[in-house]
């Protein structure tokens, strides 16, 4: 393997027993590289039968039968992420800034550029992160982050049930003054209901672009950025749904408010950029 690959090897008596000496031997990668790598989230372990789980010590001791992965790619590992930033504590959870281009978590080549990440290595002492919601890779704005178990359940139901009023505010290319100054788009996705609700806030004839304040109803996969292109509309920036929309300036749409009661306090919560 040289900078791009993946193995997957179960551990017999006759390998080595610390992680990062058996990636090594089973890679030809430096153990310099493999401890950064797995430092960076590119290593798994299966044990037991049980569900797969990243392995960061180089040190960590390995057992007859371990089933360890690597997923493996100098260009990712080398990136350098832009840096979230921390709006809101409230200990079993935190709500964060994500800018564009920082994913809101990792994959199975690493997690180094991910802001659950980011959110992960941010307290001391250093606390555990559940996902509740994402936000776009080419997104910008507000992400909540779960820090206990019991704060992700309770944050999910209230995301799934709508009780969590998520605010966008959106360029589209095109005079979306033509029609209502508000209005529902309400055409399904994947098969499923989904309802966007919209309010321009102004027309830019020079550019012909409209700025728009979103919510959303329904959390369908890239559901803002596909209705938009649906009606002709489409997101300016979007590199994935849309014609004529590109831009040297990213995609223009940002997660701006998030309004919920909190599940904890019982308290009316607004949190606006």
């Known amino acids: 393997m040289n900078t791009k690959g993946f193995i997957k090897k179960v551990v017999t008596g006759d390998d080595p ?4 000496d058996f990636l090594a031997t089973a890679s030809g990668i430096s153990k310099t590289k493999i401890k950064d790598a797995m430092n ?18 180089a040190t960590m001791p390995l057992t007859s039968g371990d089933c360890i992965e690597l997923y ?4 990712l590992l080398t990136l350098a992420p832009p840096q979230a930033r921390c709006l809101m504590d409230r200990r079993h959870y935190s709500v964060w800034f994500k800018p564009a281009g920082l994913m809101t978590q990792g994959t199975t080549y690493g997690d180094h550029c991910s802001l659950l990440r980011q959110a992960e290595l941010a307290f001391t ?17 507000l992400v909540m982050v779960a820090h206990t178990k019991t704060a992700a359940a309770k944050l999910s139901t209230l995301f799934s049930t709508g009780r969590i009023i998520k605010h966008y505010r959106l360029e589209v290319l095109g005079n979306l003054t033509s029609f ?17 609700e919209f309010k321009i806030d102004r027309y830019d004839a020079v550019r012909n672009i409209t700025t728009v304040d979103v919510r959303i109803l329904t959390g369908r996969l890239h559901q803002i950025r596909r209705h938009f292109a649906m009606t002709g509309f489409p997101v300016m920036g979007d590199p994935r749904y849309g014609m004529g929309n590109k831009n040297t300036d990213g995609l ?22």
Not at 72 to 75: K, L, Q
């Open 252 to 273: 223009k749409l940002a997660a701006v408010a998030l309004e919920f009661t909190c599940p904890f306090s019982g308290e009316p919560t607004v949190i606006r950029l």
């Open 17 to 20: 027993t610390l992680a990062g």
């Open 72 to 75: 493996y790619n100098e260009h």
């Open 40 to 57: 960076k989230g590119a290593a798994w372990l299966r044990r037991n039968g049980r569900k797969r789980a990243r392995i960061r010590r």
């Open 180 to 196: 209502d100054s508000q209005g529902t788009i309400s055409l399904p996705l994947d098969g499923r209901n989904a309802l966007t």
């Open 125 to 141: 002492p250093r606390r555990k992160v559940f996902p509740v919601h994402r936000l776009d890779r080419e997104a910008t704005g």
